[in-house]
Nanobody, 115 residues
Framework: QVQLVESGGGLVQAGGSLRLSCTAS????????MAWYRQAPGNQRDLVAS???????SIADSVKGRFTIPRDNAKNTVYLLMSSLKPEDTADYFC?????????WGQGTQVTVSS
């Protein structure tokens, strides 16, 4: 069974940095797409960053230049490196992975950026 487990959320001051981790129960090479989404209270879940098995990486305009999505294949882990955080980055962050037509979500981790 495929599981994704996030960690690394917390409270940070504006301008600070955080590293979110998403560890998969299977090799991340199995995924066609891996991504980070976020959802603020009352808002829809939005794509933040993703990479696909064709090597393409996508970063949302709202976080471009501040967030990156590196991975450690040996640890089956995908990261979301966040810097220059803003209060509007406050949200629950979710890891997503897709294997063929099956999508998998992590349980989410909360990020709060104080002004």
């Amino acid at each position: 069974q495929v599981q994704l487990v996030e960690s690394g959320g917390g409270l940070v001051q504006a301008g600070g940095s955080l590293r979110l981790s998403c560890t998969a129960s299977v090799s991340i090479f199995r995924f066609n797409v891996m991504a980070w989404y976020r959802q603020a209270p009352g808002n829809q879940r939005d794509l933040v960053a993703s990479f696909s098995d064709n090597g393409r990486t996508s970063i949302a305009d709202s976080v471009k230049g501040r967030f990156t999505i590196p991975r450690d294949n040996a640890k089956n882990t995908v990261y979301l490196l966040m810097s220059s955080l803003k209060p509007e980055d406050t949200a629950d962050y979710f890891c997503y992975g897709q294997i063929n037509s099956d999508g998998y979500w992590g349980q989410g981790t909360q990020v709060t950026v104080s002004s």
